[in-house]
């Protein structure tokens, strides 16, 4: 088995502020991802990335920067923290397996901006 | 754009009931269907998935799949309290790209 581990849990900061949030898995997956959660309206995804040094825009991308450093960790950034920003955000990675493209999630950081 | 829409958005069921859910996607293109349940401040996790028409059973859990209506849905026989959960339903059209429901919050009473 594996784990994804996400960092900070809460992640608290003022508007305007530039915040990352960063991600590590150690399944040794090649894809990895970042959902947005907000209440009602499920998990939208940000960005991903198919392997390492790849990156590719979501739906929601706009606001957001990613960086895959290596294999195992995935980062995002919040270029802008806005008040209306504020979620869970979910990292997750996958390989292909016989159900298509099995998404492993973290627990979540949740961000809050004051 | 693909749409995912889920109902009921939320449900109440007494201990040893069935429970069903539903799902609606937009694109016919759609191949891999899956549902995720997520407990309160716990990670989604990946709970079934079928990618042909017809049904797919796994214990209490049943996944059905309807591709010319975009439909699939999955029931819960003998429902517990331990399966209260926020429960999504995802579409993928065969990429990278998983998209969504909002969720229907479950909840069992004993």
């Known amino acids: 088995g594996g784990i994804i581990t996400q960092t900070p849990k809460f992640l608290i900061g003022q508007e305007g502020q530039k915040l990352t949030l960063k991600c590590q898995q150690n399944f040794n997956h090649d894809t990895m991802y970042w959902y947005r959660q907000d209440s009602g309206k499920g998990l939208r995804l940000i960005y991903y990335?198919?392997?390492?040094?790849?990156?590719q825009k979501g739906d929601l991308s706009e606001g957001y920067d990613a960086s895959r450093e290596k294999k195992s960790s995935f980062s995002l950034t919040v270029t802008s923290a806005q008040k209306n920003e504020m979620a869970v955000f979910l990292c997750a990675s996958s390989i292909p397996d016989n159900s298509g493209n099995t998404l492993y999630f973290g627990e979540g950081s949740r961000l809050i901006v004051v | 754009q693909q749409k995912v829409q889920q109902s009921p958005e939320s449900l109440i069921v007494p201990e040893g009931a069935m429970t069903s859910l539903n799902c609606t996607f937009s694109d016919s293109a759609s191949q891999y269907f899956a549902w995720y349940r997520q407990h309160s401040g716990k990670a989604p996790k990946a709970l079934m998935s079928i990618f042909s028409n017809g049904e797919k059973e796994e214990g209490r859990f049943t996944i059905h799949l309807n591709k010319a209506s975009l439909h699939f849905s999955l029931h819960i026989r003998d429902s517990q309290p331990s399966d209260s959960a926020l429960y999504l339903c995802?579409?993928?059209?065969?990429?990278?790209?998983?998209?969504f429901g909002a969720g229907t919050r479950l909840k069992v009473i004993a």
């Open positions: 995802a579409v993928n059209t065969g990429n990278y790209k998983y998209v």
């Open positions: 990335s198919i392997t390492e040094n790849d990156l």
